[in-house]
């Protein structure tokens, strides 16, 4: 290496560290907001508005986070794509037809090989039940300004956008255990649909569009029974054969195929998206 080179080298290897300390202290300032706010505020509420609540001081508490690292990073909103756009709200909306999408797809493929009968729900469906499931946009929202704005785009600009999916992936299932999800759980789902809202973020050039797929899916899931005990559900998914104890059933093993699926078509798009970009930019 010559000592040309070695000047650009060190600022690489500053630049990374910056931003892995900057998203770190990031996520602790998130963490520390959100606890604060569930402890002092979300319990003060009424069980039916708890989770209104919890996604409104989750999104404000995204929100205070990324302003005071934009404060330290002498960097603006605006830099990070994270101010409204005339665009914002056809970006969510896409967002949803294609979480919508996605969902219906994997539905589908459960349907004709996991030996799984959709069925109408007993619960029923009343207008203050279907709501609640409005709550799902401010916590869907929380979750993409905490991982998707100024963490993603400050690791993305120091490693690129490949390593960046990996980081985001990971800390987003720890976020997930943290709050309480089972490790397995957290890592065979969110972290793997971080892929998914990692890329559209970097495609679409802002959070709308990753926070309308992420708004699908959550909203999805438990209308079809497949998140029961948070919100009511107007369909079940039922499984047609006996399993004995200790058994994975063929929904399950269907399930973690799909998933599976779903992380390879995600890195594939992402190494897409890279080579497509790069040839963009020597062009």
């Known amino acids: 290496m010559t000592s040309n080179q070695q000047p650009g080298a060190h600022t690489i290897r500053q630049s990374g560290a910056r931003a892995i300390f900057l998203s770190i202290i990031f996520w602790v300032c998130f963490l520390c907001l959100l606890f604060g706010s569930g402890i002092f505020i979300v319990k003060s509420f009424p069980a039916s508005w708890e989770r209104f609540v919890y996604g409104i001081s989750g999104t404000l508490s995204a929100l205070m986070a990324t302003w005071l690292l934009l404060k330290i990073d002498k960097k603006t909103f605006a830099e990070i794509n994270l101010v409204w756009q005339n665009s914002s709200l056809m970006k969510f909306i896409k967002g949803v037809i294609l979480g919508s999408f996605i969902f219906g797809v994997l539905l589908s493929v459960l349907l004709l090989f996991a030996d799984i009968e959709i069925q109408n729900s007993s619960q029923g469906m009343s207008l203050s039940a279907a709501a609640a499931y409005l709550s799902i946009i401010p916590l869907a929202l929380a979750e993409e300004i905490a991982f998707r704005a100024f963490p993603f785009i400050k690791l993305e ?7 960046t999916q990996w980081i985001v992936a990971i800390v987003f299932a720890a976020y997930h255990v943290v709050i ?10 969110p972290g793997i649909w971080a892929f998914v809202f990692g890329l559209s973020a970097r495609w679409s050039g802002g959070i709308a569009m990753p926070t309308g797929i992420h708004v699908a899916l959550n909203v999805w ?7 029961p005990g ?14 004995s104890p200790g058994q994975i059933s063929k929904a399950d093993l269907t399930g973690i195929v799909l998933q599976a699926i779903i992380l390879i078509a995600a890195i594939l798009l992402t190494e897409y998206y890279i ?9």
Do not use: C, H
């Open 157 to 163: 600009r120091a490693f690129g956008l490949r390593i």
């Open 275 to 283: 080579k497509k970009r790069t040839r963009y930019i020597e062009n």
């Open 180 to 189: 309480g999800w089972d490790l397995l759980a957290a890592f065979l789902g």
């Open 221 to 227: 899931q438990p209308l079809v029974g497949m998140s």
């Open 230 to 243: 948070t919100y009511t559900s107007v369909w079940i998914l039922k499984n047609n054969q006996a399993i």
